[in-house]
């Protein structure tokens, strides 16, 4: 899933290469088949200048740039990969990919080869270590935070310029569990000017997280069954998907749980004062189709 730059429209990937367009203000929902070959699309991203612009990653190892009419702008495709995340710079210029081979790469836009534009014989920068299974690369400032599918050191930040590990991010709230916490999103909260607030959800404990990076701590959750393999932030309101193929938009403040969609309280509070709300009747998004 991914907000538009104005948070009016909501992208949500498809298990059959398809990619559900959904209008908030409108209540209009329209379908692109991004696939001939039905794979699966494993994330989105808006291109930042360019609003009817995003791009898509899949299965196969597809890298798309497309608009909102279902047109295709540019492709490549990555042999014997699976993308599983990416990202974009903050001027359109720069791309970069994570998938199945255990290795980040970073694109230059206008000619999808890989290079670093600093140095005159093109390097290639990469990032071994993480195990990414989802969309679970978000980059604010010279900060990357990665989230891994795996028991231990799951939820890290790099330093972007030197590729070094700066945190392991282990919350000291964390409930005790066998499954650990396998991630598939994770991403720095943008309705957060200071920077301290990330979200991130998988399989395991059974919940969607708010985290603190200076705390080290949990300080919000929201209850989800399913294993939860998506998620995107505009301004205070979250937007995540699941495995039940349910997608919630909610909101994160500081007072107590409101209403959830089906009538019931179903947030859980970590720490007290932050909790996450269930926004207005709009916050559940009908998928058209249960291949989420």
């Not at 494993?42 to 798309?64: A, E, R, V």
């Not at 670093?116 to 993480?130: C, E, V």
């Not at 701590?217 to 301004?235: K, L």
């Amino acid at each position: 899933t991914v907000f538009s730059i104005d948070g009016s429209v909501v992208l949500i990937g498809l298990g059959n290469g398809e990619i559900q367009i959904s209008d908030k203000k409108k209540k209009l929902t329209k379908i692109v088949d991004s696939s001939i070959t039905d794979d699966t699309i494993t994330c989105l991203k808006f291109h930042p200048t360019k609003q009817d612009y995003f791009y898509s990653g899949n299965i196969m190892g597809k890298i798309s740039l497309n608009d909102l009419q279902g047109e295709t702008k540019i492709e490549v495709i990555e042999p014997n990969n699976e993308i599983n995340t990416l990202d974009v710079g903050p001027l359109g210029s720069m791309l970069i990919t994570a998938g199945k081979d255990a290795c980040i790469r970073m694109y230059d836009q206008e000619t999808m080869q890989i290079w670093d534009i600093r140095t005159p014989s093109g390097l290639i920068r990469t990032i071994h270590g993480p195990f990414v299974n989802g969309d679970s690369i978000d980059i604010r400032d010279r900060k990357m935070l990665v989230g891994s599918n795996r028991d231990i050191n799951n939820l890290q930040l790099f330093d972007l310029g030197s590729g070094l590990l700066m945190q392991n991010i282990v919350p000291s709230n964390r409930k005790a569990s066998l499954d650990g916490d396998e991630l598939y999103t994770a991403k720095f909260f943008s309705g957060d000017p200071s920077d301290d607030l990330i979200v991130c959800g998988g399989a395991g404990y059974g919940a969607f997280k708010v985290i603190s990076l200076k705390e080290v701590m949990i300080v919000a959750a929201f209850e989800e069954n399913a294993p939860v393999i998506t998620s995107c932030c505009f301004e205070d309101e979250i937007c995540f998907g699941s495995k039940s193929g349910n997608c919630y938009i909610v909101k994160y403040s500081t007072g107590g749980i409101e209403e959830s969609v089906d009538g019931k309280s179903n947030g859980s509070e970590e720490k007290d004062g932050n909790v996450l709300d269930i926004s207005d009747g709009d916050s559940k998004i009908t998928v058209e189709n249960e291949n989420l």
